[in-house]
């Protein structure tokens, strides 16, 4: 017999093969003790075993790309609010806006003074908004406190407030929710990401589901390939006793030696497809973030594959698809944000005319002064009435003293190249969203009625693959009956061997083939999340690793122990 392992994995998989090869018997989940084979003493492997469902949830949560991809939808909601952002009211305070200082001389007895001096600081506010509609609109108050030596000022300090409105209503060009273009696209890329991130998620989910399978194929494979060392082996021990005593030629201990050969070399090569399966897998998974001990436990799969499928309605398949695939719902979605684009640009041919409208309130306080005297400067001050920027304000919120004005304002370009420019390019756009989306329903039909037809055809293939097993080891078995009896000879029964080998090979194929294709075919109609019940939402949250079990006291996976070919 093959020495196939040593070290700290040869007690796991030399346990499987155990199990396996123990005339493919159909049982379920078998106890076993993991024993190292090299020297008979148990080995302690760590060992995770899962389940499909398990493994999909694994991979949901801490597969390094879905955690990457569960990023991009909080990107996109990020430019949604950087998009609202073009509406957000904008404060602008002036404390003080100005403060000035000034003297000059006068040539004029009229001037007020020999040299005139004045200070001013000015101070205030103004709110700025733009809404979705078009309208624009701003909120300013200003205050402001004047003193000078002119001996003709009525109020000195005076307090001047002011409160103005102004309005700007585009009628034509700008108006309406080509505002919200921006605003709109924005959120429909976000939908965009969603579908994104679940289509990630659903070829995340299918690459693992194929992952699995091919390691229990490669497991059961494992099997077979015990299987087949171990008929070998028994058939040469059979020649070399044969040709003891002269029962067979020596060339026949030859044939069954080459056998021998052969099936060892086949062996070593499933012992290293389980390894590398085992490492895919594990990659999948983000193995340290799965479980304690990370790379150095063993996956043992725990599911059997189906043999059989539910019946499949082709139209009610393509039509389930037609809504649920993420590829043509985002395709959907750029449409929409394609036909936001040319109602904007289209908006750009009108001609520009805005409704203009204002309106300012005033006030004024301060200390008046009354004087008395001539013109020629010989005035004195009879009386000073104290007042402040009180009385400014409440003179300003009054409304006694107002100013308002409207308008239409109209411009346009003479040949407006850039808009027409810009309109047939969104046009083409729009053209090129609608077909895509028109060849994305080919392609889904295409995808979903080759999936169908797989899983259909799979079904009949486990079935024939079966069959030829059955008749490939009762064949075997009779001639092997033949060769005791002398009636046949080493090279017809090494011959039923390996077509036995072959056989079961095939069967196990079809198995794994027709339990992707079942897979495919969620995957075409976009269900496949829903097949596991996943949460988009959970995807990505990773959670705390598992902890192994030594394998001293494992259950051999059901798959690996009732392989396809088991009779």
Do not use: C
């Not at 001037?111 to 101070?123: H, M, T």
């Not at 090569?269 to 998974?285: G, W, Y």
């Not at 400014?392 to 407006?416: E, H, K, P």
């Amino acid at each position: 017999m093959l020495n196939t392992f040593s070290g700290r994995r040869s007690g796991l998989l030399l346990s499987v093969l155990a199990a396996l090869a123990a005339p493919f018997a159909a049982s379920a989940q078998t106890s076993a003790t993991f024993v190292a084979h090299s020297t008979g003493q148990e080995a302690e492997v760590e060992v995770l075993e899962l389940s499909l469902a398990q493994t999909v949830e694994l991979v949901l949560r801490h597969n390094l790309r879905v955690r990457i991809a569960a990023l991009n939808p909080d990107l996109s909601e990020e430019l949604i609010r950087g998009a609202r952002a073009r509406f957000d009211p904008v404060f602008v305070f002036d404390l003080p806006q100005a403060f000035n200082r000034s003297t000059q001389p006068t040539a004029s007895a009229l001037g007020g003074a020999d040299v005139l001096s004045s200070e001013q600081i000015n101070g205030g506010f103004t709110l700025n908004a733009n809404t979705t509609w078009g309208l624009g609109w701003s909120v300013a108050g200003t205050v402001s406190r004047f003193v000078n030596n002119n001996q003709f000022s009525t109020f000195n300090p005076r307090w001047d407030t002011s409160l103005n409105l102004r309005l700007n209503q585009p009628l034509l060009r700008n108006r309406g929710d080509v505002n919200r273009q921006q605003l709109l696209v924005a959120r429909n890329n976000f939908s965009v990401s969603r579908e994104q991130f679940r289509l990630q998620l659903q070829n995340s989910v299918f690459g693992v589901i194929q992952a699995y399978w091919n390691l229990v194929s490669a497991y059961s494979t494992l099997a077979i390939a015990e299987e087949s060392l171990t008929l070998a082996e028994e058939q040469h021990d059979n020649n070399t006793t044969r040709v003891r005593i002269g029962a067979l030629a020596a060339v026949d201990v030859i044939q069954t030696e080459q056998q021998v050969a052969n099936a060892e070399l086949t062996l070593l090569q499933a012992q290293l497809a389980v390894e590398n399966q085992q490492d895919l897998m594990r990659s999948l998974l983000n193995f340290d973030a799965v479980v304690q001990g990370g790379w150095e436990v063993e996956i043992l799969p725990t599911d059997t594959p189906s043999v059989e499928a539910a019946d499949i309605n082709i139209e009610a398949a393509v039509a389930e698809a037609l809504e649920k695939s993420p590829t043509i719902r985002q395709n959907r979605i750029n449409l929409a944000s394609r036909k936001i684009d040319l109602r904007a640009s289209h908006n750009q041919l009108l001609p520009q005319l805005d409704f203009i409208g204002s309106a300012t309130l005033t006030g004024l306080g301060g200390d008046r002064i009354f004087r008395s005297g001539d013109i020629f400067g010989n005035a004195t001050v009879s009386e000073v009435q104290t007042g402040g920027l009180d009385d400014s304000l409440q003179q300003l919120f009054s409304g006694d003293f107002r100013t308002w004005s409207v308008g239409l304002q109209l411009s346009f370009a003479v040949r407006n190249d850039q808009a027409q420019a810009q309109y047939a390019q969104a046009t083409i756009r729009e053209r090129q969203a609608t077909t895509q989306v028109r060849d994305d329903e080919v392609q889904i039909r295409l995808g979903v009625r080759n999936a169908a037809r797989n899983v259909t055809v799979g079904v009949q293939q486990v079935s024939a693959a079966a069959n030829a097993v059955s008749l490939a080891e009762r064949q075997y078995a009779a001639e092997l009956r033949r060769f005791e009896n002398g009636t046949s000879n080493t090279f017809t029964v090494l011959n039923l061997q390996r077509q036995l080998t072959a056989a079961r090979q095939r069967e196990l194929l079809s198995t794994i083939t027709l339990n992707v294709a079942m897979a495919n075919f969620d995957l075409n109609k976009g269900t496949l999340l829903e097949r596991f019940n996943v949460e988009v939402e959970d995807a990505g949250t990773g959670g705390p690793p598992l902890r192994a079990r030594g394998a001293a006291r494992a259950q051999v996976p059901a798959a690996a122990a009732a392989p396809p070919g088991a009779r």
